[in-house]
């Protein structure tokens, strides 16, 4: 039998300022286009902005 997909998906989001990188989830139905937000980057010691990527 198969399964319906969730609303919930797991994404990357990658720093604009280094390498680094964040993984969460969003939700579909909510923000179907690609999400951007200011997290804490460890490699520059400061928040910047993380875009998600696929």
Known sequence: ???KKGNRIV???KSTE???SYTT???RRNDPSRIE???YDPIVRRHVVY???K
């Open 18 to 20: 280094s390498g680094h």
């Open 25 to 27: 989830v969003k939700n």
């Open 51 to 53: 875009r998600e990527t």
């Open 37 to 39: 937000l200011r997290k």
């Open 11 to 13: 994404i990357k989001l």
């Open 1 to 3: 039998m198969a399964t």
